[in-house]
Each structure stands twice: as C-alpha cells, then as structure tokens.
C-alpha cells in the first residue's frame, strides 16, 4: 500500500494526554513575511512547518530574502525592509496554498517588477478577481487564465507593480468577509500613497492587523473597518521577536476527537485563541461540549491559551452567519461533531466551502454518508442527523486530496468503527497544514498510521 494512505482503526480506549499542534499556518504565513519587510532580522519561533508555510518562505526567499532554518520550529528572516524585495528569477510555485498567493499578491502588487505566481491544479482552480480587481484599483497590473466561470480570473497571476511612485491608497467595500482579501489588500497598502481602507460585512481573521500593529505600522481596527494609513510614518516595520501560536484550526481535530470517543479527556496546549478564529469553540460551546480555555495570556499581540477537551453529550445546532465566517475551515470537523450529537444540525451560509482545496460541502456530504449518517447536501452547507454513524465493516474513504476532509474522516473513524479499520485514501495533504497529525494522534492513544 502507499504511504499517501491513512489506516486508523477504531479507538478501543479513551483518548487521553497533553499535546501541542502545529503552529498557526495563517499567523505563520504572516510571520514569514512580516519578518522578510522587517528593517532588521527577525527571529520566528513556533511556524508549523507544513507545506503551506514553507511555500510561502521559498517565496520569500526567491524575492532575494535570507532566511535561516535553525532546527525545527525557529526561523531567522534577514529583513530587507519595504523596498527591498527583488525580481524573481523564475516563477514562484504557490503549491496548494490560497493564503500564499493572495497575499503574495498583495505584497507583490507595489514592486516595480513584475512576478508571477502559480500553484497546483486545485489551487489553479481558485478564483482570484475579488483579490486583483482591488489591488488593480491601486495602480498594480494583475493578469491572470481565464476559467470555468465566465469573467473571473485563475492563476497562474502575473503581478507588476508602478515601475515608477507608489500605488493609490484605496477605500474598498468586500461583499463577503475574507481575510485573504483583506490582507492583500492591506499589504498592498504598505507601499501605497494615502490611506488604505478596508470595509467588511462581518469579522474575519485579524491576524494581519494585529501583527503589523505589533511591529509598528501605523494601522486602526473599528469594527468591520481595517484602516493602514502612512501618512507621516517613516515606513519601517520594527525587528522585533515573533511567536506563532498552535493552529486552532489542527487542534480541532485532536479536541473534537475527545468529544466524540466515549471516556476521552485531553488538553491542547499554547492554542491561539484570536475571537475571530474561535468559532469552533463557540459552537462547540453550544452543542454542549465540555470545553475549557484555561492559562490565557497574550504572545506577539495574539491571545493564546491551553484548552482542554472532555467527552460528553452533544446536541444539534444551527449554525450559520457570522459564527460560520469564523468557523469556515473548521466546518468538516464540525460536522463529525454534529453526527454524534443529539438531533438534527443545520449548517448554512457556507458557500465558500464550495471553492476550497476540494468541494467541501460535496466531499464532507459524501464520506459522512460512508460512515452511516444521514445528511442532506444543500448549495450553502448541509443537514446532519446526529446519532447514526457506525462502521459495519473495512471501509475506504477519499479525501481527494483535501488534509482537513482526510483529518475529519480519520476523527470519525475513531468513534465510529468500533473493532473495524478504515483506510483513507490521497491523504498526503495532511502535511500542507498538521505534519505531525499521526503522531499527536497516537501520542493520545489512537490507532492511526500510514500504510
């Protein structure tokens, strides 16, 4: 059998123990390039090492900035401040992560060369206009394949900056919250003439604000309103020491395990805890889950914590708006959550799932339904009838690649096999974001390996 395949068999024993997860990929990326604008060296300790992070340094690293890898988990980027990027030799290869080149994008966008990102054919495959049509309103150039939907744009993207001044400064209305716009654009921001504005209908992830906050970029937060505006700033970002917390969005997988095998208690520890990531816990919270946040401090302007997760009764829940921006990447493991709780649950307004590294909603729908439960596949989301999941005997599951549909499956698996395995197919991905997912998952007692 091929090591790109996950065998885990049903948990015969509670899960039990205290564990740390990858480092936040979505602060790790930010870090890497916050680090690389620096006007001096930074020091990153604590990025996840996944895939998605290392294209985002090989990026960096091909725009002329010396990075260091010191043992496992520390960084020291040589910054080259805000003009200090150079032209890239040859294309920069983007993998399958969406936050690297969007952000790249934005980075991209004030430089007076021109770049041009790719990726995968699953990330080839992703929509990009809502990210150049601002950043082209500012003055960048950005040229893109066309696709299967009439008038978007796909990469791979050819980026180019003014060849001569700034760009403009720009007050943009997103029509739906995104982090990644909103960064890219902010970081375009950066190298711009007047104020950047970014106006969103809901909160998404504010990782960015709060990491250019910490090395002193002159930027304000109102509410749905991200302001960056230069004006008098010497366009410096300080060399100050950062630290990236553990990825809630791996932690998902180990904590939503604990909920679901009967007898399980366990702790993650040094989470982040940023609120506009802790939608998983918020609705974890109103299913019922025994869940506790507990040493909460804050590290590098982001509130992290340990939490520690004990197995119980689930009930159903709708779960939609605000609380799904806040959730989106966590809504596979979620909907686990949900096939072992008490009752039907509802998930809507999740049509982003839809443009992800796979179909999420077709994808959760359809290995759910492998596992026994009863769930209805809807345009924004799904329906899941709690209580019926049960394995009957060896199943296959295909994640088509996606490392968090795989983790889910894996999740599921452990509570609802029973003495039967379950092997999960193209689940090598599992890397881009929680390398050592098998290894935090047996350290906890489960049965999980590569074939």
Known sequence: ????????????????????????????????????????????????????????????????????????????????????????????????????????????????????????????????????????????????????????????????????????????????????????????????????RVREPGPSRDHTERMLAYLGAPIRVDGGLSELDPTGWDRRLEPRPLEVPGDISAAAFPLVAALVVEGSELTVREVGVNPTRTGLLDALAAMGADVVCGAERVVCGEPVADVRARAGKLRALTLGGELVVRAIDELPILAVAAAFADGVTTIRDAEELRVKESDRIATTTRELRRFGVEIEERPDGMVIHGGSARVRGPLRCESEGDHRIAMACAVAALAAAGEHSVDIADAGNIATSFPQFVAVMRALGAEVDWR
């Open 1 to 196: 059998m091929s090591s790109n395949q996950l065998r885990v068999t049903g948990a015969r024993r509670p899960l039990r123990g205290s564990v740390t997860v990858a480092g936040d990929k979505s602060i790790g990326h930010r870090a890497i390039m916050a680090g690389a604008l620096a006007a001096g060296t930074v020091t990153v300790r604590g990025p996840g090492g996944g895939e998605d992070n290392r294209r985002t340094l090989e990026a960096l690293r091909a725009l002329g900035v010396v990075i260091e890898e010191r043992g496992p988990g520390e960084l020291v980027i040589h910054g080259v401040g805000l003009d200090g990027l150079r032209a890239p030799g040859a294309l920069i290869d983007c993998g399958n992560s969406g936050t690297s080149i969007r952000l790249l994008a934005g980075l991209l966008a004030s430089r007076p060369f021109t770049s041009e990102l790719s990726g995968d054919g699953s990330l080839n495959g992703r929509p990009m206009r809502r990210v150049a049509d601002p950043l082209t309103r500012m003055g960048a150039r950005i040229e893109g394949a066309t696709g299967a939907r009439a008038g978007e744009l796909y990469p791979p993207l050819r980026v180019t900056g003014p060849a001569s001044g700034r760009l403009t400064g720009i007050d943009h209305t997103s029509k739906v919250a995104s982090a990644q716009v909103k960064s890219a654009i902010l970081l375009a921001g950066l190298g711009a003439d007047g104020p950047t």
